[in-house]
């Protein structure tokens, strides 16, 4: 148990970077501990291939040498979203660190994504002044087609920081710093204190220094800080100067006890910083101040409560100035000496001596030093000391130059080091680091481990794949569970998937090198968060020990069975757990195989099965049981309890137990081709699959049978079963079973799921009659007809859950199976040598290659799991870069930048057909930097957003002389949509219906509006919905009238049935759009039209609608700014603002998210939009739904607030009389209609309009 104090500080959890001569901070280390002065000397011919004037070059104060990155051209435009010109007017500083924090985010093994607390960004870039002012801003032709903003926003410094935490979703505080040389160890100061502060609970910080073309030289100036031979000598009598470098470094970090508690790896602690200015008690402004420097070190040290003494090592700032060096160690000493008069006990370095200065990334340079000496134990040696600057006594001091790599010895206390930064202009930094507190190990874990990988493309997966075998062959000491659990919590999940399931890291390794098919297996699922229906398997799967190996390792399925067997204990007068899982001596398979203890102990195991699986995270969409297998459903869709299951179960057994002997045959005949052979003693008992039957009578009966088949040449396979189930041999128990069924109290099912008894889903009278019950023992267990239901959605995964693989063969095998429907089972089958975890691991992985999400979190509950650095993500670069015009006359024209080869879309390239297409084409390649935009390219799919909508439409107005509005690609987001649109003779203003998608001639999509009365928040559900049906938006019409639902609904029926004059009829709304599709639906069956699908998107229930939606205006604002934008604004702070105050911030907020209206609204379009607002919402509020005689496909947000009830879906269970299907999207109430969450919605929703 660590001590309060011991738990004071700041973890680095995280790190990368880009440096002189290394691409990744293990290289960089590796290049310090060898001693690796990575400053790059060009040749003449190299700077005057480069551009640079030969009389320049051979200028001799030209100092052919610069700290150089490798590739600073190349960026993975495609991975963060970037569409190539974009990424190719964006500074590269702003590139690289945008790598850098993903990878920073990696290292520490956080997924922004899932991440639950909030995200810092604190960094500052070096001057714009360089691919700007060099290649962007003398091209006139592209700052015509782009403007001054557009390029400012990709280059300017004040954007680093909201640009990570945009492109990577983070919410925390976002800083941008800039204290020039110390600008990246301010910011990691200013981390540090928001972590305290609780402002963010990680934080990344750190900077970018980048400036081009790299290939270049410098002047020297005697006295000035830059070296005149391209060395730096930080404290050596020699020294001159430094050399410049351009460099990228971050860091991650979190509150030391947190790091702890949640198991990170921690490479360093940061015990104390401070930050200070010189004032002007200097020379000048440009000077360095003893005084100054020295007050910011002992703050540091004061605050983080350590004595000087304790300190090994000092990265100082080290210049290498014959005047900067000698005030530096002047500083270092005075602070040093109000406490200690000790000498020569702390070795100095600095970092320059090998990179150069990394001007604003220096300083975070240093941090990332000094962490990973901590790390290794290692103090790698300063260069080019040969003997000291004389102005500097070290004999006088407490320190000495550490000249040679070496071991960092264990001392009475921590190691600690300290890491100076200091500005020109005199911003002083000093942080206090120590080494990580001694990691515990972590927890015992299963017996098999699961590992994921997963990327953008199949080859950047194949790349990871080989990064991770290489990492497991050559680290030591390595927990495959830690590792495997790191890839789970640690990573974002993208489309190309690969799993393999190994006992030991050196399997792993083997595995992935090799490709191993029996333990690899890799996928690119086309939906995310597909529907997963469980299978429950029937009497005949069961087997002595199945399942044994979970219940020795998962607590959770542990802890069901115990659950069930002590709840059966008084029906079945023994202990279950004895007969499932006996001892090695002991078999009681006679006794299994007895039904009045097979049908608990089938339930028992796929009942703790399931609760395993829903733990993890997947859940059903829906259910089938085979015979006893149902009663698992039931009770899972909330039916009867578990105690009145188990009861049940237990009964129904005991009672078929009771009855004579019987036999069941299996034959290879349909129901029409058996029928004929039954007579007046045998049953249908089983349809399988539609060929095959399995008959049940008298043994007598059924022997006869069979000779009757050889007979005619027709094979037929005796069960093995005690009874003749599902006959009329079970009659007797009839009436005795009903009246046990009576005893229960039975509900309307929550979840749907299939009957044996009719083929087609339970319906709630079904369910809640006990006459049922015992017609479902009794008539013929109509699997086949089952599947028939379940193949009609063949997105939908199939996961057996149950002992073997007998209902999943079924599934296989039946004829209207699509080929990319996926089956899986959970549990091995009795021959298969497999280990059950391996089994269920490798299922688990299967799943999560088909697209499920998985709950990790709950997947280790019972776990103590350490994070661990692993081999980050391998971006796939490419070059994306404008050349300086060169020496081309002023009057030259300017050539366009070239553009990159069109991204794979769903459709393929159509040339354009007409003048106007051409046009629109062309403007949109200039935009976009896209070669070949074909007429059917959605704008949105190639990477556009509002604020290059409202860009690109007015281009095309100046191009086409007529007015093109950034509204009109919401409706009209291709090349020949767009043009269609405004070659219409239709009146100027916006109609009740807006083809959001114009498609092929399948019966559209209507999708009605939310409560605002506008159709733009389904503009991203229409983009990756992917489809070739028409999609509609019905909006409000501007002097609308109607007050009603059902007036409303009328209305928009009139305009549906305009395009759509017949059904069937497909209807959905997100919010209030959902209630109007709802009373929409209810007129079109009550005039005898089909409606093919009826979906509503996060739709309150009657008396759901918060209350502040019909009050005030300011009211409105506050729902809508909390809900939509997760801002923490008052109602208080709001109405402090005049009317049209409140209305123009939340017009700059909306704006600014993208969300809610379109880009060119203005205070006019809000106003209408907050009375459209009060209007729905008073009519939402006054209906009352009637029962509809369909079916409803319900999508909830996950996320839920005070403002929205908790349970939304409800009211519409109760009306939807047959049954209402629930997915959960990810997001709030409207966050979920925007990415990366509408891309889930989209997928579940495509499957249903297939």
């Given at each position: 148990m660590m001590n309060s104090e011991a738990l004071e500080g700041i973890a680095i959890v995280g790190m990368a970077g880009r440096f002189p001569g290394a691409q990744t901070v293990d290289e960089f280390w590796q290049n310090l501990c060898n001693g690796v002065e990575s400053i790059t000397f060009f040749s003449e011919e190299e700077l005057i291939a480069a551009g640079i004037e030969p009389e320049v070059v051979r200028d001799p104060r030209y100092v052919k040498a610069r700290g150089v990155l490798q590739d600073v051209a190349g960026f993975d435009a495609a991975f963060f979203g970037f569409h190539p010109k974009e990424a190719e007017i964006t500074d590269p500083q702003h590139r690289l660190f945008l790598e850098c924090a993903w990878e920073a985010l990696e290292t520490a093994g956080y997924d922004p994504e899932t991440y639950r607390g909030l995200i810092g960004v604190y960094a500052g870039a070096g001057s714009f002044r360089t691919y700007f002012l060099e290649n962007l801003y003398p091209n006139r032709e592209l700052r015509a087609s782009f403007g001054d903003y557009p390029l400012a926003i990709a280059n300017e410094k004040d954007f680093l920081a909201t640009r990570v935490s945009y492109k990577l979703n983070l919410q925390g505080p976002s800083v941008s710093v800039q204290t020039a040389c110390s600008t990246s160890l301010v910011a990691i100061c200013t981390a540090c204190q928001s972590l305290l502060n609780y402002q963010c609970d990680l934080a990344l910080a750190g900077g970018a220094a980048i400036g081009v073309p790299q290939i270049a030289g410098y002047f020297y100036q005697e006295g000035m800080i830059l070296s005149p031979d391209g060395h730096c000598r930080a404290f050596d009598a020699q020294a001159q100067g430094t050399v410049s470098g351009n460099g990228v470094g971050i860091v991650a970090l979190k509150r030391l006890e947190e790091a702890i508690a949640e198991g990170d790896y921690i490479y360093a602690v940061i015990k104390g910083y401070a930050i200070n200015n010189d004032g002007s008690l200097k020379v000048g402004y440009t000077a360095p101040s003893i005084d100054g420097q020295a007050q910011a070190i002992a703050s540091a040290l004061a605050i983080a409560d350590v004595h000087p003494e304790t300190l090994s090592y000092v990265e100082a700032h080290g210049t290498g100035t014959p005047l900067g060096d000698p005030i530096e160690i002047a500083a270092l000493t005075q602070a040093f000496q109000l406490d200690t008069q000790k000498t020569g006990f702390c070795a100095i370095g600095s970092a320059k001596t090998n990179l150069g200065h990394l001007d604003t990334a220096a300083g975070v340079t240093g941090v990332i030093k000094v962490a990973q000496m901590l790390r290794h134990q290692q103090i790698p040696p300063s260069l080019h000391f040969t003997q000291p600057n004389p102005k500097i006594d070290f004999a006088q001091s407490p320190f000495y130059v550490n000249t040679q790599l070496k071991t960092w010895p264990a001392q009475?206390?921590?190691?600690?080091?300290?890491?100076?930064?200091?500005?020109?202009?005199?911003?002083?930094?000093?942080?206090?680091?120590?080494?990580?507190?001694?990691?515990?190990?972590?927890?015992?874990?299963?017996?098999?481990?699961?590992?994921?990988?997963?990327?953008?493309?199949?080859?950047?997966?194949?790349?990871?794949?080989?990064?991770?075998?290489?990492?497991?062959?050559?680290?030591?000491?390595?927990?495959?569970?830690?590792?495997?659990?790191?890839?789970?919590?640690?990573?974002?999940?993208?489309?190309?998937?690969?799993?393999?399931?190994?006992?030991?890291?050196?399997?792993?390794?083997?595995?992935?090198?090799?490709?191993?098919?029996?333990?690899?297996?890799?996928?690119?699922?086309?939906?995310?968060?597909?529907?997963?229906?469980?299978?429950?398997?029937?009497?005949?799967?069961?087997?002595?020990?199945?399942?044994?190996?979970?219940?020795?390792?998962?607590?959770?399925?542990?802890?069901?069975?115990?659950?069930?067997?002590?709840?059966?204990?008084?029906?079945?007068?023994?202990?279950?757990?004895?007969?499932?899982?006996?001892?090695?001596?002991?078999?009681?398979?006679?006794?299994?195989?007895?039904?009045?203890?097979?049908?608990?102990?089938?339930?028992?195991?796929?009942?703790?099965?399931?609760?395993?699986?829903?733990?993890?995270?997947?859940?059903?969409?829906?259910?089938?049981?085979?015979?006893?297998?149902?009663?698992?459903?039931a009770c899972l869709a909330g039916v009867f309890s578990l105690e009145e299951a188990l009861f049940l179960v237990a009964m129904r057994g005991q009672l078929m137990q009771q009855m004579p002997p019987g036999a069941m045959l299996a034959v290879p005949l349909s129901e029409a081709q058996i029928q004929p052979f039954l007579g007046e003693q045998l049953d249908l008992a089983v349809l399988n699959n539609p060929s095959t039957s399995v008959v049940s009578g008298p043994q007598a009966a059924i022997e006869d049978l069979q000779k009757q088949l050889a007979a005619k040449e027709i094979e037929s396979r005796c069960l093995h079963t005690s009874h003749a189930f599902h006959s009329r041999m079970m009659e007797p128990i009839l009436e005795p079973f009903t009246a046990q069924v009576q005893k229960v109290k039975l509900h309307p099912p929550q979840i749907p799921y299939l009957s044996n008894v009719t083929g087609t889903w339970i319906t709630p009278a079904a369910a809640t009659d006990?006459?049922?019950?015992?017609?479902?023992?009794?008539?013929?267990?109509?699997?086949?007809?089952?599947?028939?239901?379940?193949?009609?959605?063949?997105?939908?995964?199939?996961?057996?859950?149950?002992?073997?693989?007998?209902?999943?063969?079924?599934?296989?095998?039946?004829?209207?199976?699509?080929?990319?429907?996926?089956?899986?089972?959970?549990?091995?089958?009795?021959?298969?040598?497999?280990?059950?975890?391996?089994?269920?691991?490798?299922?688990?992985?299967?799943?999560?290659?088909?697209?499920?999400?998985?709950?990790?979190?709950?997947?280790?509950?019972?776990?103590?799991?350490?994070?661990?650095?692993?081999?980050?993500?391998?971006?796939?670069?490419?070059?994306?870069?404008?050349?300086?015009?060169?020496?081309?006359?002023?009057?030259?024209?300017?050539?366009?930048?070239?553009?990159?080869?069109?991204?794979?879309?769903?459709?393929?390239?159509?040339?354009?057909?007409?003048?106007?297409?051409?046009?629109?084409?062309?403007?949109?390649?200039?935009f976009l930097g896209i070669e070949q935009i074909g007429i059917d390219d959605d704008f949105f799919d190639l990477g556009g957003d509002s604020l290059l909508a409202v860009q690109l439409t007015a281009q095309l107005s100046e191009k086409l002389g007529t007015e093109v509005s950034a509204h009109s690609l919401l409706q009209a987001s291709t090349v020949a949509s767009l043009a269609e649109l405004l070659t219409e003779s239709t009146p100027v203003r916006d109609p009740v219906l807006v083809a959001i998608r114009r498609g092929n001639v399948e019966p559209p999509l209507f999708l009605i509006h939310p409560v605002g009365g506008h159709v733009y928040i389904y503009r991203d559900l229409a983009r990756y919905l992917d489809s070739n049906r028409p999609i509609y938006g019905i909006q409000a019409e501007e002097k609308e009238s109607l007050v009603t639902v059902e007036a409303i609904a009328t209305r928009y029926l009139e305009a549906a049935r305009d395009r759509q004059p017949q059904g069937p009829y497909y209807l959905g709304g997100s919010s209030f759009g959902g209630t109007i599709a709802f009373e929409m639906a209810q007129q079109l069956t009550q005039q005898g039209e089909k409606v093919a699908l009826l979906t509503l998107i996060d739709t309150p229930g009657p008396g759901q609608m918060p209350v502040l939606a019909t009050e005030d205006d300011t009211a409105i604002l506050v729902y809508l700014l909390g809900v939509g934008f997760n801002l923490p604004l008052s109602l208080d702070r709001l109405q402090q603002l005049t009317a049209d105050d409140q209305l123009q911030y939340f017009l700059d907020q909306a704006k600014v998210a993208d969300k809610i209206i379109p880009p060119d609204f203005g205070l006019p379009e809000v106003r209408q939009f907050i009375h459209w607002f009060k209007v729905h919402a008073r009519a939402m509020q006054n209906y009352q739904p009637q029962p509809y005689p369909g079916r409803l496909l319900f999508f909830k947000a996950s996320d839920r607030n005070q403002i929205n009830p908790p349970y939304p879906e409800k009211p519409w269970i109760e009306v939807a009389q047959d049954g209402l299907e629930l997915h959960e999207i990810p997001g709030n109430h409207i966050t979920m209609n925007y990415p990366p969450h509408v891309q889930i919605l989209a997928e579940k929703l495509r499957s249903y309009l297939a």
């Amino acid at each position: 148990m660590m001590n309060s104090e011991a738990l004071e500080g700041i973890a680095i959890v995280g790190m990368a970077g880009r440096f002189p001569g290394a691409q990744t901070v293990d290289e960089f280390w590796q290049n310090l501990c060898n001693g690796v002065e990575s400053i790059t000397f060009f040749s003449e011919e190299e700077l005057i291939a480069a551009g640079i004037e030969p009389e320049v070059v051979r200028d001799p104060r030209y100092v052919k040498a610069r700290g150089v990155l490798q590739d600073v051209a190349g960026f993975d435009a495609a991975f963060f979203g970037f569409h190539p010109k974009e990424a190719e007017i964006t500074d590269p500083q702003h590139r690289l660190f945008l790598e850098c924090a993903w990878e920073a985010l990696e290292t520490a093994g956080y997924d922004p994504e899932t991440y639950r607390g909030l995200i810092g960004v604190y960094a500052g870039a070096g001057s714009f002044r360089t691919y700007f002012l060099e290649n962007l801003y003398p091209n006139r032709e592209l700052r015509a087609s782009f403007g001054d903003y557009p390029l400012a926003i990709a280059n300017e410094k004040d954007f680093l920081a909201t640009r990570v935490s945009y492109k990577l979703n983070l919410q925390g505080p976002s800083v941008s710093v800039q204290t020039a040389c110390s600008t990246s160890l301010v910011a990691i100061c200013t981390a540090c204190q928001s972590l305290l502060n609780y402002q963010c609970d990680l934080a990344l910080a750190g900077g970018a220094a980048i400036g081009v073309p790299q290939i270049a030289g410098y002047f020297y100036q005697e006295g000035m800080i830059l070296s005149p031979d391209g060395h730096c000598r930080a404290f050596d009598a020699q020294a001159q100067g430094t050399v410049s470098g351009n460099g990228v470094g971050i860091v991650a970090l979190k509150r030391l006890e947190e790091a702890i508690a949640e198991g990170d790896y921690i490479y360093a602690v940061i015990k104390g910083y401070a930050i200070n200015n010189d004032g002007s008690l200097k020379v000048g402004y440009t000077a360095p101040s003893i005084d100054g420097q020295a007050q910011a070190i002992a703050s540091a040290l004061a605050i983080a409560d350590v004595h000087p003494e304790t300190l090994s090592y000092v990265e100082a700032h080290g210049t290498g100035t014959p005047l900067g060096d000698p005030i530096e160690i002047a500083a270092l000493t005075q602070a040093f000496q109000l406490d200690t008069q000790k000498t020569g006990f702390c070795a100095i370095g600095s970092a320059k001596t090998n990179l150069g200065h990394l001007d604003t990334a220096a300083g975070v340079t240093g941090v990332i030093k000094v962490a990973q000496m901590l790390r290794h134990q290692q103090i790698p040696p300063s260069l080019h000391f040969t003997q000291p600057n004389p102005k500097i006594d070290f004999a006088q001091s407490p320190f000495y130059v550490n000249t040679q790599l070496k071991t960092w010895p264990a001392q009475e206390t921590a190691r600690r080091a300290g890491v100076s930064s200091f500005g020109i202009g005199g911003t002083n930094a000093h942080v206090v680091l120590e080494e990580a507190p001694p990691r515990a190990p972590s927890g015992p874990s299963r017996p098999a481990q699961l590992l994921v990988l997963s990327a953008k493309t199949a080859t950047a997966l194949d790349c990871a794949t080989e990064n991770l075998a290489a990492h497991l062959q050559q680290r030591d000491n390595r927990d495959l569970a830690d590792i495997a659990y790191t890839l789970k919590v640690g990573r974002q999940a993208f489309k190309h998937r690969r799993i393999a399931v190994c006992e030991d890291v050196e399997a792993g390794a083997i595995a992935l090198s090799t490709g191993d098919p029996k333990q690899v297996f890799s996928g690119c699922p086309s939906l995310k968060d597909r529907p997963v229906i469980f299978l429950f398997s029937g009497q005949g799967s069961q087997y002595l020990n199945m399942g044994k190996e979970l219940y020795q390792t998962e607590p959770l399925f542990r802890q069901q069975i115990d659950r069930c067997s002590q709840l059966l204990q008084p029906h079945l007068n023994l202990d279950l757990r004895q007969i499932l899982y006996p001892d090695a001596s002991t078999d009681t398979t006679p006794q299994l195989q007895q039904t009045a203890i097979t049908q608990p102990a089938l339930f028992a195991v796929e009942y703790a099965l399931a609760q395993l699986w829903m733990a993890w995270g997947i859940r059903p969409q829906a259910m089938v049981g085979h015979s006893i297998g149902e009663y698992v459903a039931a009770c899972l869709a909330g039916v009867f309890s578990l105690e009145e299951a188990l009861f049940l179960v237990a009964m129904r057994g005991q009672l078929m137990q009771q009855m004579p002997p019987g036999a069941m045959l299996a034959v290879p005949l349909s129901e029409a081709q058996i029928q004929p052979f039954l007579g007046e003693q045998l049953d249908l008992a089983v349809l399988n699959n539609p060929s095959t039957s399995v008959v049940s009578g008298p043994q007598a009966a059924i022997e006869d049978l069979q000779k009757q088949l050889a007979a005619k040449e027709i094979e037929s396979r005796c069960l093995h079963t005690s009874h003749a189930f599902h006959s009329r041999m079970m009659e007797p128990i009839l009436e005795p079973f009903t009246a046990q069924v009576q005893k229960v109290k039975l509900h309307p099912p929550q979840i749907p799921y299939l009957s044996n008894v009719t083929g087609t889903w339970i319906t709630p009278a079904a369910a809640t009659d006990p006459q049922y019950y015992a017609q479902h023992l009794r008539q013929t267990v109509r699997f086949a007809e089952n599947l028939q239901q379940l193949c009609k959605n063949s997105d939908a995964i199939l996961l057996e859950v149950g002992p073997g693989r007998t209902l999943a063969s079924l599934a296989k095998q039946h004829p209207q199976k699509a080929p990319q429907q996926e089956v899986f089972s959970s549990l091995r089958h009795p021959k298969e040598q497999q280990s059950d975890v391996a089994f269920l691991l490798t299922t688990l992985g299967k799943l999560w290659i088909a697209g499920i999400t998985i709950d990790w979190a709950e997947f280790y509950r019972d776990e103590q799991r350490d994070r661990l650095p692993l081999p980050t993500y391998p971006f796939e670069r490419q070059r994306y870069w404008i050349d300086p015009p060169g020496s081309l006359p002023e009057v030259a024209p300017i050539q366009t930048p070239p553009t990159h080869a069109r991204p794979q879309l769903a459709n393929s390239y159509t040339a354009p057909r007409t003048e106007i297409e051409q046009i629109m084409a062309q403007v949109w390649q200039r935009f976009l930097g896209i070669e070949q935009i074909g007429i059917d390219d959605d704008f949105f799919d190639l990477g556009g957003d509002s604020l290059l909508a409202v860009q690109l439409t007015a281009q095309l107005s100046e191009k086409l002389g007529t007015e093109v509005s950034a509204h009109s690609l919401l409706q009209a987001s291709t090349v020949a949509s767009l043009a269609e649109l405004l070659t219409e003779s239709t009146p100027v203003r916006d109609p009740v219906l807006v083809a959001i998608r114009r498609g092929n001639v399948e019966p559209p999509l209507f999708l009605i509006h939310p409560v605002g009365g506008h159709v733009y928040i389904y503009r991203d559900l229409a983009r990756y919905l992917d489809s070739n049906r028409p999609i509609y938006g019905i909006q409000a019409e501007e002097k609308e009238s109607l007050v009603t639902v059902e007036a409303i609904a009328t209305r928009y029926l009139e305009a549906a049935r305009d395009r759509q004059p017949q059904g069937p009829y497909y209807l959905g709304g997100s919010s209030f759009g959902g209630t109007i599709a709802f009373e929409m639906a209810q007129q079109l069956t009550q005039q005898g039209e089909k409606v093919a699908l009826l979906t509503l998107i996060d739709t309150p229930g009657p008396g759901q609608m918060p209350v502040l939606a019909t009050e005030d205006d300011t009211a409105i604002l506050v729902y809508l700014l909390g809900v939509g934008f997760n801002l923490p604004l008052s109602l208080d702070r709001l109405q402090q603002l005049t009317a049209d105050d409140q209305l123009q911030y939340f017009l700059d907020q909306a704006k600014v998210a993208d969300k809610i209206i379109p880009p060119d609204f203005g205070l006019p379009e809000v106003r209408q939009f907050i009375h459209w607002f009060k209007v729905h919402a008073r009519a939402m509020q006054n209906y009352q739904p009637q029962p509809y005689p369909g079916r409803l496909l319900f999508f909830k947000a996950s996320d839920r607030n005070q403002i929205n009830p908790p349970y939304p879906e409800k009211p519409w269970i109760e009306v939807a009389q047959d049954g209402l299907e629930l997915h959960e999207i990810p997001g709030n109430h409207i966050t979920m209609n925007y990415p990366p969450h509408v891309q889930i919605l989209a997928e579940k929703l495509r499957s249903y309009l297939a």
